[in-house]
Nanobody
Framework: QLQLVESGGGSVQSGRSLTLTCVGSGWDYGTVCMYWFRQAPGKEREEIAV???????SYGDSVKGRFALSRENAKNTVYLQMDSLKPEDTATYYC?????????????????????WGQGTQVTVSE
């Protein structure tokens, strides 16, 4: 069974950095799409970063230029380096995975509704 465990969340001041880690088990993580989502209280879940099977990455507009996703397939691990954090980045951050890549709403990409999720890790950014 594919399982994901996030770590690295915490409380930081605005402008600081954090690195989130997601360790997977139960599958060869070089063959799946890996994602980072976040959800703030009262807001919809937001996809912020995804890496596909070819290693191509994409980022949400809200984090582009500040966050960087990387993966180590040999360790079944993905990272989210978060720099220049802002209070509006406060949220629960989730790692996700899915095997499907295809055409969704006219765009070729990883499945926008991944099937496998971690438990989440809280990130709080204060002024």
């Amino acid at each position: 069974q594919l399982q994901l465990v996030e770590s690295g969340g915490g409380s930081v001041q605005s402008g600081r950095s954090l690195t989130l880690t997601c360790v997977g088990s139960g599958w060869d993580y070089g063959t799946v799409c890996m994602y980072w989502f976040r959800q703030a209280p009262g807001k919809e879940r937001e996809e912020i970063a995804v890496i596909d099977l070819d290693g191509d990455k994409s980022y949400g507009d809200s984090v582009k230029g500040r966050f960087a996703l990387s993966r180590e397939n040999a360790k079944n691990t993905v990272y989210l380096q978060m720099d220049s954090l802002k209070p509006e980045d406060t949220a629960t951050y989730y790692c996700a995975a899915d095997f499907q890549w295809g055409q969704y709403h006219g765009e070729w990409r990883c499945n926008p509704a991944p099937a496998f999720w971690g438990q989440g890790t809280q990130v709080t950014v204060s002024e």
